[in-house]
């Protein structure tokens, strides 16, 4: 059965999806709110998200686009090693490289992959409503848009997930996070963290000539620098060991983002019906795995892959939560815990690290980072798990 499937939201979660549906036959129309998505900072995609962008036939082209990552050190501020994993052996339990791309190139080959037509921006969701087997979503230009279903891809405050679960809390994590491109490449060895009480920066190379980088840091909610963000972190970071400084001095101002990182626990409720949640909708995360867009490729895979063993639509998303839910629950329990502690009070911090460094086995850490990234920790359903999902 050919549906007609309308998608809320065209980040990573709402594209991809879109195009999984469409390389299966479906009727596909994407809302935007937006009209400019705007050219946002760097992403990692781990081996796990490019097994599910090989799903979708974009894997090639992401790993083309991007900038491939085998280390994954994390040193202190003054340059000391915390860890220095072995780049082979990291690949070895990963199944290859992650890529690090601009989030605008990655939406660029999401969305390339289309139909034309598919998006339709400067239109927000208002509302959801559903009618027996059909569902109705209406827009901020008055307009309704009927169809078959409704996948709510629009993020943590989601208009899709407030019809499904009601009212949603949102609570500061406490800290803060900047983002940004800087225009020098960044040795392999030294890919990864560097870290120091309450901060972390994380500078990752993307591609031949550029870094992306983020930082982090415990400050009181929507503080903001007098002087200009990227001028109050070269002053902070000033003492740091190199990349820093000079990654820091390679950036332009414009380009560097901030954002109030908060928390949303995941959604109580996914699907109903047939409407169901994606992406940051359903299951919202820290970025300190770098898992968030990772889970909603996956995401993305796996809800095509249902609706092609279960037409049924309510049928297919019901299982599709059960399935998932499995998987992502973990991940952002682990990112939430990953940001307490590099984000913990300097004393506690100082502490963790030094016990860190000494007792948590390279292999040991390699192992369990492989449970959530490696390639083969993504996986599809079989048509035996959607009848027990």
Request: hydrophobic share 45%.
């Amino acid at each position: 059965m050919v549906a007609e499937i309308v998608v809320i939201g065209a980040g990573i979660a709402g594209l991809a999806t879109a195009g999984a549906l469409q390389r299966r036959g479906h009727t596909v129309t994407v809302i935007e709110e937006r009209t400019d998505t705007g050219s946002g900072a760097g992403i990692s995609i781990w081996p796990n998200a490019l097994a599910a962008l090989d799903v979708l036939g974009l894997g090639d082209r992401v790993r083309a686009a991007g900038g491939r990552v085998t280390g994954g050190a994390i040193r202190w501020r003054d340059g000391g090693w915390l860890r220095r994993p072995s780049p082979e052996r990291i690949v070895s339990a990963l199944g290859e490289p992650l890529v690090v791309i601009q989030r605008v190139a990655l939406r660029d080959i999401l969305a390339g992959a289309l139909e034309p037509g598919t998006v339709v921006g400067g239109v927000a969701a208002r509302s959801v409503q559903v009618d027996g087997a059909r569902a109705r979503v209406e827009l901020s230009d008055s307009t309704i848009r009927d169809s078959d279903a409704v996948i709510g891809a629009d993020g943590t405050h989601s208009v899709v997930s407030r019809h499904l679960n009601g009212a949603l809390t949102h609570r500061y994590a406490g800290y803060t996070a900047w983002r940004g491109v800087a225009a020098m490449a960044v040795a392999d060895e030294v890919a990864g963290e560097t870290i120091g009480p309450g901060v972390e920066v994380g500078h990752v190379p993307m591609g031949a000539d550029r870094t992306y980088w983020f930082a982090t840091e415990r400050v009181a909610e929507g503080r903001r620098a007098q002087q200009g963000e990227l001028a109050y972190l070269r002053d902070k970071f000033a003492g740091w060991a190199d990349p820093v400084p000079a990654m820091l001095a390679a950036t332009d101002p414009a380009c560097v983002l901030r954002n109030d990182l908060y928390d949303r626990g995941p959604a109580r409720r996914w699907a109903d019906g047939p409407v169901v949640l994606v992406g940051d909708a359903a299951h919202p995360m820290r970025p300190h795995l770098g898992q968030g867009g990772c889970q909603a490729l996956e995401d993305a895979a796996v809800l095509a892959a249902m609706v092609d063993l279960r037409p049924d639509l309510p049928a297919a998303f019901t299982a599709f939560e059960s399935f998932r839910r499995r998987r992502v629950t973990g991940v952002v329990r682990e990112s939430r815990t990953l940001g307490r502690l590099v984000n913990l009070r300097p004393a506690a911090l100082s502490a963790m690290v030094s016990r860190a460094s000494v007792l948590m086995p390279e292999a040991l850490v390699t192992r369990h980072l492989a449970t959530i990234a490696a390639s083969t920790a993504f996986r599809l359903p079989t048509r035996d798990e959607t009848r027990t999902a």
